[in-house]
């Protein structure tokens, strides 16, 4: 469900800053280099990542979930965990880090997941008053998070997107359900605060159905708060059997004015389930310059500035590229970026104290950081057990399981593997990821079931 929080929900408090929160914000100058940074989505690998690279540089690292057992709250680098409302219940979430900004203020806040870019854009100009924040505005990440906005930005700077159709009543869903190719995909708008999960339909009947049932599990959505009442109605969109092992991605950093501007690239080359699924194996790319150039064009034509990783499909026909999906903010595969020499976080942090030359400096190393030496990533231990689980149900040969346990040996024998999570200078956070994993399953059996069998079920059924 998309959740629009109204302003008048927000505390009132905060248009009374006095001038004393001020000038301890405005105080963090030049040069200042222990300004403690609050994270929030402790969950997700991003998060940790930043946590251990700042953590590094000797920055605070302040965690904040509801949740108190993560892998990055009990990273050696977190320098404090406090306890907060859930980001799914985003009014309480905002006046809480209201609450904790005015009486520690001054601390850069920057988003890891969707729902908190979307937030902090939202709600910039009272977050702004007690934290350093380096969020575009609320319409810049309606651009990007609104598939239809961000399709048609691409379109204006030469970038292609998959065939796509938006139906906004039933007379034009009735028509692109006639008139599409199949299969197709039925997907959200957008994945701030979605609870339904999208589907592969084969057929204008079952087009229509499954968009009236995803358009109807989203009823509790208040379309006046949103202002946007088609957020709610998903796309259809075209499968391209590429998705499963064609997925090239351009992530890295633009800073507000667009001069700094650095990034790097990786394929998927294994992802769970196998057709549709999350990327388990990445290995380095050369950056294609035309998409580079052209995905610089896209953050100044929408004016987003930060982290950010595009997503695109090649074609198997022409190599064309597609672009899928553009992520604005800290991303799960960000450890394997700041290896290959683009610090990330670290960008982040000196663009929101104003430290333009430090950033000028961070750009330039990584420009010219050595990346020919071929790198991949992995989640260790969760890959090796879909291997030998998915071996066992048949989903794999096991010749071709023998081949990608070869691959990751030879990227960990020469030390050119990273793992999102294990790290032997500190190893809580693999022990906490492997404990809530099994821990998980073991309090809900279906989802292991799903998450395990998953990809063979959908082998079974489809053949593919």
Not at 4 to 13: G, I, W
Not at 126 to 146: E, G, H
Not at 183 to 207: C, D, H, M, N, Y
Request: with cysteine; aromatic share 10%.
């Amino acid at each position: 469900m998309i959740i629009e929080v109204p302003p008048s929900s927000v505390r009132r408090t905060v248009a009374d800053t006095g001038s004393t929160l001020r000038a301890q914000i405005e105080s963090l100058a030049e040069g200042e280099d222990t300004c403690p940074i609050l994270l929030t989505t402790t969950t997700y690998m991003g998060t940790l990542a930043a946590v251990r690279h700042c953590g590094r540089l000797g920055i605070p690292m302040y965690l904040a979930d509801a949740r108190s057992v993560t892998p990055s709250r009990w990273s050696r680098y977190t320098s404090r965990r406090l306890k907060s409302p859930p980001i799914s219940r985003p009014t309480e979430f905002l006046n809480w880090l209201l609450e904790y900004g005015e009486k520690e203020p001054g601390k850069v806040l920057y988003p890891a997941c969707d729902e908190t870019a979307w937030l902090f854009a939202r709600h910039r100009q009272s977050l702004q008053r007690f934290y350093r924040l380096y969020s575009p505005s609320a319409d810049v990440i309606a651009r990007i998070l609104n598939k239809k906005r961000l399709h048609e930005a691409c379109a204006d700077v030469g970038l292609e997107t998959p065939p796509t159709v938006y139906p906004e009543n039933e007379e034009s869903l009735r028509l692109a359900a006639e008139t599409f190719t199949y299969p197709a995909l039925i997907k959200a708008r957008t994945q701030v605060f979605w609870l339904a999960k999208g589907s592969v339909v084969r057929s204008s009947q079952e087009t229509i159905r499954d968009f009236r049932d995803f358009r109807d599990s989203q009823v509790n959505q208040d379309d006046s708060l949103t202002g946007d009442p088609f957020l709610r109605w998903p796309m259809i969109q075209a499968f391209l059997p590429e998705a499963a092992e064609g997925i090239y991605s351009i992530s890295g950093f633009i800073d507000d004015s667009g001069e700094q501007f650095v990034c790097r690239a990786a394929r998927k080359v294994l992802q769970y389930p196998r057709r549709v699924g999350i990327g388990l194996c990445f290995e380095s790319a050369p950056v294609d310059p035309e998409l580079r150039d052209k995905i610089r064009a896209l953050c100044r034509r929408t004016g987003y500035y930060g982290v950010f990783e595009a997503e695109f499909i090649q074609r198997n026909q022409d190599g064309r590229y597609l672009l899928i999906d553009f992520n604005p903010r800290y991303f799960n595969q960000m450890a394997f970026d700041i290896d290959r020499g683009m610090p990330l976080p670290e960008m982040t942090y000196r663009a929101a104290l104003g430290q333009r030359e430090a950033l000028k400096r961070l750009v330039a190393r990584a420009k010219s950081a050595d990346t020919a030496e071929p790198r991949a990533y992995c989640h260790r231990w969760k890959f090796r057990l879909m291997l030998s689980l998915l071996t066992a149900l048949g989903r794999f040969e096991p010749e071709e399981a023998g081949s990608w346990r070869s691959w990751l040996d030879r990227f960990d024998r020469g030390r050119r593997l990273t793992d999102p999570v294990a790290d032997s200078d500190d190893r809580m956070p693999s022990l906490i990821d492997r404990t809530g994993a099994f821990l998980t399953w073991l309090r809900y059996p279906r989802s292991f079931i799903k998450e395990m069998l998953g990809a063979w079920l959908l082998w079974v059924v489809t053949g593919s």
